[in-house]
């Protein structure tokens, strides 16, 4: 009896070495955020939103990445109830200084953009299978009963790709010049190559729907 004991504390040990081994690292992030808690973000208006800086472009598949990010940038950032007004319109309002047209004006960078893999090792897990079997009552009668087995599976090595983003955003008040708030966010995928591009909206529309709620509430 406590050999048997011995062995199931044994078998437990590997299920769960095995499920640390197998547990998807799907995504991660880290965000760092920064507000002027004294800032009236109520009394915005109108927002001068200028382009998107693209820095790190190096692994960019062609000069048609950029138009697309540059427009999908621009669809999130006219997301909150405020007048968006680009770097021209503001210029023919307010011609001696263009971001006096607005009430905020809002930058953002790209800062990160890459792709990459790593291996991912083999392992074994212990998983739960039904099986069939013919037993014999008391009574002579046979009756075919199903039973559960616990048996072990292999998992071959892989390659897992990753995609990564980083933003920087920042909003000013136009009249003083002084940041109101900002925010540093890098996004990381697995299982994905080349999704930045998906990343990259699902980043400007968090921020940009949180500025929303500071405008709105």
């Known amino acids: ?31 760092t955020n920064w507000v002027d808690s004294n800032y009236d973000f109520h009394k915005i208006q109108k927002a001068l939103i200028y382009e998107i800086e ?41 011609p001696e200084n263009p ?38 009552l008391p009574n002579g009668e046979k009756i075919e009963e199903t039973y559960d087995i616990t048996v072990p599976v292999y998992h071959p090595p892989q390659t897992v790709y990753t995609s990564t983003v980083r933003l920087r955003f920042e909003v000013f008040d136009s009249k003083t010049g002084q940041k109101v708030m900002a925010r540093d966010e890098l996004r990381l995928r697995d299982s994905s190559h080349h999704g930045q591009k998906g990343i990259f909206g699902r980043i400007c529309k968090s921020f940009f729907d949180d500025l929303n709620k500071k405008i709105t509430r």
Request: net charge neutral.
């Open 1 to 31: 009896m406590q050999a048997i004991r011995q062995a199931f504390r044994w078998q437990l040990l590997l299920l769960a070495l095995c499920l640390l081994f197998a547990a998807p690292l799907t995504a991660s992030a880290e965000k």
């Open 54 to 94: 693209l820095t790190d472009t190096e692994e960019f598949e062609s000069d048609l990445l950029e138009q697309t990010l540059q427009e999908d940038y621009w669809k999130n950032a006219t997301r909150p109830k405020y007048r968006p007004l680009d770097a021209k319109k503001a210029a023919v309002l307010s």
């Open 99 to 136: 971001q006096l047209a607005a009430d905020v004006y809002i930058k953002a960078e790209l800062l990160k953009w890459h792709d990459d893999s790593y291996e991912k090792p083999g392992y074994t897990s212990w998983e739960t299978k039904q099986s069939r079997r013919t037993k014999k």
